[in-house]
């Protein structure tokens, strides 16, 4: 038995050949997954996966590298987070990569919705799913700051050094390697 943690069906590409995508799933004994949310506006597209497939959960919340989106009040997470099929807040956390013609301290708007997600973490009791791009410092300090040790969660497609982990697995996180990793 295997459970995909991470995994984003709802987007073209495989929404449009879900029954295929899934029977795959089966053939590979991959017995749940977890269908992540990015953005509020393609959240219904989520939760209407997690609806018709019992082995398919659901996450909410608001993806970093998502800008002009609805911004999430921790109230509009919290209560999204009620439906029953949903498990975890986010993806969520900082990414730096694409900073384009920005400096770090244009990204405040990204520092706040990472603190809104771990605020709404803590209110639902549900683990975060944190996503963390040449931003690590300041992704460890806001969970340090807000104390995202207490609902937990994971660190998703990890490729940060080993003291970046150990930081991580101290606050109560899992870490998650994938196939980014060897690039
Ligand atoms: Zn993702
Ligand atoms: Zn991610």
């Not at 709802?10 to 269908?35: I, K, W, Y």
Request: charge should be negative.
């Amino acid at each position: 038995m295997f459970v995909d943690s991470h995994c984003h069906i709802n987007f073209e590409g495989l929404a449009d050949r879900l029954p295929q995508v899934l029977e795959n799933m089966r053939e590979q004994s991959v017995t749940h997954a977890l269908c992540v949310s990015v953005d509020l506006e393609t959240l219904p597209s989520v939760l209407d996966i997690a609806s018709r497939y019992e082995n398919v959960y659901a996450s909410v919340g608001v993806h970093p590298d998502h800008e002009d989106v609805q911004e999430p009040s921790v109230a509009d997470l919290v209560e999204l987070a009620k439906h029953p099929k949903v498990v975890a807040i986010g993806e969520t956390g900082l990414d730096y990569f694409r900073l384009g013609e920005r400096t770090i301290d244009d990204m405040e708007w990204q520092r706040e919705r990472f603190r809104v997600h771990i605020r709404a973490a803590h209110a639902t009791g549900k683990p975060l799913i944190v996503h963390t791009r040449a931003a690590s410092e300041d992704t460890l300090r806001i969970m340090e700051e807000e104390r995202a040790g207490e609902p937990g969660g994971v660190m998703h497609c990890f490729t940060e050094p080993w003291a970046i982990a150990e930081r991580a697995i101290a606050q109560n996180f899992f870490i998650s390697l994938s196939g980014i990793v060897t690039f």
